[in-house]
């Protein structure tokens, strides 16, 4: 990743990207169970408004930080750009993991304290079962397969919409809902609402977020083929110092 913005401003960006997409999340689905009891309803409401504010929050931050809030995308990013240099150093990716897992639990707290709930309740929601396991490794594989497999045929520019599309049919056609995020998975621990996930249940999410991140670069592997000597990330690359930092980046 060259002649990128300063690691600061694109850690700032990651740390309040993720924050607010937690607390789409986490509000969404504080707000649903408030005005239905029905639990279709429920659902239907949280993803909506997940995959309008997963849009919008790319579209905005895509070309400060790449607009991952996601570890596994962050550490694939740098795995399949560490030999031509295009990709995040491992620096970054530390940096950025830990301002993403922080956002997260910050999004959580704000959410809470938007609904006049305990800033922070442990949840209380167990999902701790093989078939939930397996939607998280098909939810994760198939957004990493998609991030990045824009990215190698040079269709990135879609990223923004395919991204929040597919996050927004996974919230359906997984068992999981499709947390699909590590940093995510930690931040939604703190909420004992719709949207929550127990501590205890945690491990295994994130355990197969990560075999789904493996699964999803292999797939690129297989279908795309190896990377051009120019490519990056998956998602757009900051902008170049210099450039106006509301110039649009192609993709997510």
Do not use: C, K
Not at 137 to 159: E, H, K, N, P, Q
Not at 195 to 205: D, E, K, L, R, V
């Amino acid at each position: 990743m060259t002649a990128a913005l300063p690691l600061g401003r694109r850690v700032a960006a990651e740390g309040v990207g993720t924050a607010a997409l937690v607390a789409v999340v986490v509000g969404s689905g504080i707000q649903a169970t408030e005005l239905s009891r029905d639990v279709g309803v429920q659902l239907l409401a949280n993803s909506l408004a997940t995959v309008f504010g997963l849009g919008v929050l790319i579209v905005l931050l895509g070309p400060v930080s790449g607009a991952h809030f996601n570890p596994v995308v962050s550490a694939a990013a740098w795995f399949t750009g560490r030999r031509t240099g295009d990709g995040l150093t491992l620096r970054d990716l530390a940096a950025y993991a830990a301002a993403q897992t922080a956002g997260a639990i910050g999004g959580a707290v704000l959410a809470n304290a938007m609904f006049a709930q305990p800033l922070v309740t442990w949840s209380a929601h167990d999902r701790s079962a093989p078939h939930l396991w397996l939607g998280e490794l098909v939810a994760t594989s198939g957004l990493v397969l998609l991030i990045f497999g824009l990215a190698r045929s040079g269709r990135d520019r879609f990223a923004p919409v395919a991204v929040a599309s597919w996050i927004g049919a996974a919230y359906w056609f997984t068992s999981s809902t499709s947390f699909a995020n590590p940093a995510v998975t930690i931040g939604r621990a703190f909420t004992d609402s719709f949207a929550g996930i127990a501590p205890g249940s945690m491990p295994a999410f994130i355990a197969a977020q990560i075999a789904g991140a493996v699964l999803g670069l292999a797939l690129v592997a297989v279908l795309f083929g190896r990377p051009a000597p120019a490519g990056g990330p998956a998602i757009p690359a900051p902008a170049p110092a210099g450039e106006h930092e509301l110039t649009a980046a192609p993709g997510h």
